[in-house]
């Protein structure tokens, strides 16, 4: 720090705002090396060998995205006796009756050849005593998948495609309205890379961080999303002018209270139901007409969410009476993905056999592969803008993808990218009007005039939580509430000239922040838009209770006009490809 309250970065030579400039050329770029960002890189080499591939990370791709801390289940995989249309009818049944069914059954058609790759490729998949796959319910598979990441990232490498660690990409390179590459800054070095490219996959995965955490102070990052998917690939396909679709159809997950280990293993692997403070399986009782322990993932927690507001929580997952054996068998399955959780029970002699364990909802996040959040995109996963595809948790309107969800969007995208790559000329753009966006903050002096990134997340998080729905309101908003959030954020973004960065890590945080104020501000316009509650719990509407079929059996989508700013709102139609088990309040 200088003695003008100025980092070492805005004391350096301010006119040269091209400084440490890196720029290369590619067939293919994969901005986020995640799950579907692998399995992207991976087949774009398969069907295309004389492309060049570059993955984006703005982490390292060994333990980078969702999958960090490894899986204990696939959760989408068609067992004997399951087709795509079955799949289909139930994933439609669990969303409420909407989602975009043409890529539902693209994705189906694609869930077991890609997760046979990638048992080839050495995941361990747990067998039972006939050596076919272990079963964990209707659509999932146990497997040992602690490494699940480090391997997937190792085909990537060995299929070809470069990686480039340590930079974020902060904007697509635009061509008219052609995507022609994308823009970025070493994490440790504020270099900037601008990176030319005939197609380019987003696969930057959701959203966290726009809502106050359950968990707070030093833990703020103990959330069941990842807390570094902080929307990224949102805004800057907002930012672009591309279209976004369902940001409304939020996503909370019911997790163990405090170590916020998911709660499908305890039911799917192991029978518990949830029960209130007074022992009642209230799925059953209170909210067997939605579908009891049966219902679709928004109502398994819009139910707690409501025994705790009427005073009968806390709430558990009833896991008592388990054997020895079955204790040992479920504290295994926790080390591949949560070991906290085990650690933490260890530690408060807890013992799930005699003990219930407590549960809780987590804060919205916005997820395309749980819920629908994310891109409107074709069956080859192209968006609006012309050159880019999106995979993941960043492509919406398919929920219930999950892990191998995500592997198969990310090989059909890296297909139809290769055929486009293969056939169109190079784009020209060469970013140079996004130079001083990227670094600004560095440029503006530390000191009590500017804000840091910290500050600003405290400030959108708790609007969020207050008027926009939060665990602090019960998930529950009306218009006016709304009203005043997208007020609040609306300064965010006037707010963020002011952001100031001392070192290229406080640089990535201010660009995080927003990133998020911009998806913040979008999703606002959707949860006003939908004037219904489609979803209980993941996004219930005080002034519009009810679920109206009738006026929004219909996607609400927006997109963000370059020159104006302005957000338009734009509703597209629900199209049926497939008949049968359309929800029904029973």
């Given amino acids: 720090m200088t003695a003008d309250g100025k980092s070492a970065y805005a004391a350096c030579d301010q006119e040269r705002k091209d400084f440490c400039l890196e720029t290369c050329d590619t067939d293919i770029l994969i901005i986020g090396g995640g799950t ?21 990370e703005k982490a390292n791709i060994e333990r980078s995205g969702c999958l960090a801390a490894g899986m204990n289940a696939i959760n989408a995989y068609l067992h004997p006796g399951e087709t795509p249309e079955s799949f289909l009818r139930y994933v439609r049944y669990d969303a409420m009756g909407l989602c975009r069914e043409d890529l539902v059954l693209s ?26 796959p272990a079963r964990r319910g209707r659509w999932n598979l146990k497997i040992n998948g602690e490494r699940l990441k480090p391997l997937i990232a190792r085909q990537a490498r060995r299929a070809g495609a470069r990686v480039l660690n340590r930079v974020v990409a902060t904007d697509f390179l635009l061509e008219g309205g052609r995507v022609v590459g994308a823009i970025g800054f070493g994490v440790r070095d504020a270099e900037i890379y601008r990176i030319r490219a005939k197609a380019t996959i987003v696969a930057t995965g959701g959203a966290a961080g726009i809502y106050k955490p359950n968990t707070d102070g030093s833990a703020h990052h103990r959330m069941w999303y990842s807390p570094f998917n902080t929307g990224a ?20 997950a019911l997790r163990t209270k405090d170590s916020v280990a998911p709660t499908g293993t305890l039911a799917l692997g192991f029978g518990a139901s949830q029960i209130n403070a007074r022992g009642e399986r209230f799925m059953a009782t209170r909210f067997g007409h939605l579908g009891g322990d049966g219902a679709p993932t928004c109502l398994r927690v819009y139910g707690p969410v409501q025994e705790i507001k009427e005073g009968r929580g806390p709430c558990y997952m009833d896991t008592r009476g388990l054997p020895a054996e079955k204790v040992r068998e479920l504290k295994a399955a926790y080390l591949d993905m949560y070991p906290n959780l085990v ?32 891109y ?14 999106a995979a993941g948790d960043v492509a919406g309107g398919a929920p219930y993808k999950f892990v191998s969800g995500c592997f198969a969007e990310g090989m059909i995208a890296a297909r139809a990218a290769a055929r486009y790559a293969a056939a169109v000329p190079w784009g020209a ?45 019960f998930y529950e908003m009306n218009e006016e509430r709304l009203l005043v959030a997208l007020g609040e954020v609306q300064r965010l973004q ?54 109206l079929d009738e006026h929004w059996l219909k996607f609400v989508n927006t997109r963000r006009d370059r020159d104006t700013g302005r957000i338009e709102v734009l509703e597209r139609p629900y199209h049926q490809m497939v008949d049968g088990d359309r929800y029904q309040p029973r």
Wanted: glycine share 10%.
């Fill in 36 to 56: 579907a960002g692998c399995l992207a890189a991976v087949e774009a080499r398969m069907v295309a060998p004389e492309l060049e591939v570059l993955i984006l």
């Fill in 107 to 132: 994705q189906a058609g694609e869930l077991n050849a890609a997760v046979d790759r990638v048992t080839d490729w050495g995941l361990p998949i747990l067998r039972d005593e006939n050596g076919r």
């Fill in 233 to 252: 690939g949102y805004a800057m396909g907002i930012r672009a002018g591309a279209e976004l679709t369902s940001l409304e159809m939020r996503f909370i």
């Fill in 343 to 374: 650690l933490q029970w260890a530690a408060n002699g807890h013992d799930p056999g005699r003990d219930a364990v407590e549960i809780m909802g987590t804060e919205p996040y916005l997820v395309g592969g749980h819920a629908q959040a994310g």
């Fill in 376 to 389: 409107w995109v074709e069956t080859d996963r192209s968006t609006t803008l012309e050159g880019l595809w």
């Fill in 429 to 473: 753009a060469d970013g140079d009007l996004l130079h001083e966006r990227i670094l600004r903050p560095l440029w503006t002096p530390v000191g009590n005039c500017n804000i840091q990134p910290q500050e600003m997340e405290e400030r959108l998080q708790r609007t969020m939580d207050q008027y926009a729905g939060g665990i602090g309101s």
């Fill in 494 to 547: 006037e707010d963020a000239s002011d952001l100031s960065a001392a070192d290229p890590h406080e640089l990535l945080q201010a660009h995080e922040i927003m990133d998020r104020v911009q998806v913040a501000e979008t999703l606002l316009h959707h949860l006003l838009h939908r004037k219904e509650t489609r979803w209980p719990g993941f996004q219930t509407r005080l002034d519009y209770p009810e679920r």
